[in-house]
């Protein structure tokens, strides 16, 4: 499953986003490292596309992809060295696929702010600078390993290690993240190993509401994020679908899901019948039988052919008969590129 961890300065809203995204209950207290163990949640992405299809099948299941998303506890100065029980906090990092850098841009006296000021972009630069000492002291160990194997006669695997070690370095030294560093197909193998935090993809949640920061602008210009009220959408879940529409408001949290989807260049394909509707996540290029293994790996490892036909020409339609009879739906083989919204019927 995929996992998105919920990272930032500790009382910026990481633990109210969660309860919005969950609808669980967890501890939201006003307090720095309210969250000591991390909260973990299943959320659905919302697809309107599935939603469709169940009603056309008259489905008894509906099925929606999902992802885990895990409230990790606030980071501070120091975390790399352990500071704040970071070094906890930062192997719960490694664990997840994405992360969700929570930043606050709302200015309320009434919420305690760790650094005793307001500033977002200095508040993006403690998070950044603490994941990339964490990383740099990852590489260290490793190149100092790699550089006594690389020395030995024709270790070529140790050496192309150490090529891509140093390439890090130096970005990590410079302030960058290590997904800002273009690596050459054979080191990358090498650094999927590493676990690097700051090679993971990284979204942006900017917590804004009717006081803002006036970096807000600035950050909006320069980065790949989200604006959410998240005190408001948290204060959604105790009204009804009427009050909501009578107070103008309209959630925004769903956004946030299908961000993520974006942002690790996901897809997503469907199976649909009487018995169950159902949304698959994979990576966009899978083939049918990579796609096919996200339900059953005999799917992949016996895969003959599939039956595949998109969801808008589905929609026209409104039945496989239908859609047979004007010679809609394709037979695809092990070399087909699943693209997103297809409707495919394995056959093994």
């Known amino acids: 499953m995929l996992s998105v961890g919920i990272v930032g300065l500790p009382n910026i809203g990481k633990s109210t986003l969660f309860k919005a995204l969950t609808r669980n209950p967890v501890d939201i207290n006003n307090y720095p490292f309210c969250t000591i163990d991390p909260n973990v949640g299943i959320v659905s992405v919302e697809d309107p ?29 120091g975390a ?13 990092i490694r664990n997840t696929d994405l992360i969700c850098h929570i930043v606050r841009c709302f200015q309320e006296e ?7 000021q307001i500033n977002p972009s200095a508040d993006i630069e403690i998070i950044n600078t603490e994941l990339i000492l964490a990383d740099l002291d990852t590489v260290l160990k490793r190149k100092h390993k790699a550089a006594k194997l690389a020395r030995e006669p024709n270790n070529e695997q140790a050496q192309v290690e ?34 690097l935090i700051t090679k993971k993809p990284m979204l942006y949640v900017l917590n804004v509401s009717q006081n803002n920061h006036p970096d807000l602008e600035k950050l909006l210009k320069n ?16 009204l009804n679908a009427q009050e909501i529409e009578e107070l103008g408001l309209q959630s925004k949290i769903s956004i946030l899901p299908r961000e993520a989807y974006k ?16 949304a698959w996540t994979i ?13 059953h790996n005999d799917f992949k490892e016996k895969f003959i052919k599939a039956e595949v036909i998109s969801y808008n020409d589905f929609i026209q339609v ?18 087909y590129t699943v693209c997103d919204g297809d409707i495919i019927i394995f056959k093994i």
């Open 49 to 77: 596309r599935l939603k469709k299809l169940s009603q056309i099948f008259s489905s008894k299941k509906t099925i929606p992809a999902v992802i885990e998303f895990i409230d990790i506890a606030g980071l501070v100065k």
């Open 80 to 92: 790399h060295k352990g500071e704040g029980l970071g070094n906890k906090f930062l192997a719960n």
């Open 110 to 116: 009434s919420v305690e702010h760790v650094q005793k």
């Open 162 to 195: 150490l090529m891509a070690l140093n390439k890090i370095e130096k970005a990590l030294n410079q302030g960058d993240l290590a997904s800002t560093v273009t690596f050459a197909k054979e080191e990358k193998k090498v650094i999927s190993s590493l676990q």
């Open 223 to 238: 980065k790949t994020c989200l604006e959410l009220d998240i005190k408001t959408e948290a204060e959604l879940l105790d």
């Open 263 to 278: 942002k690790l260049n996901l897809i997503t394909f469907f199976t649909a019948a009487e018995k169950e509707s159902h």
């Open 283 to 295: 990576a966009k290029g899978s083939t049918a039988p990579q796609a096919g293994a996200k339900i």
């Open 318 to 335: 409104g039945s496989y008969q239908k859609a047979r009879e004007d010679g809609l739906i394709r037979t695809e083989g092990k070399d």
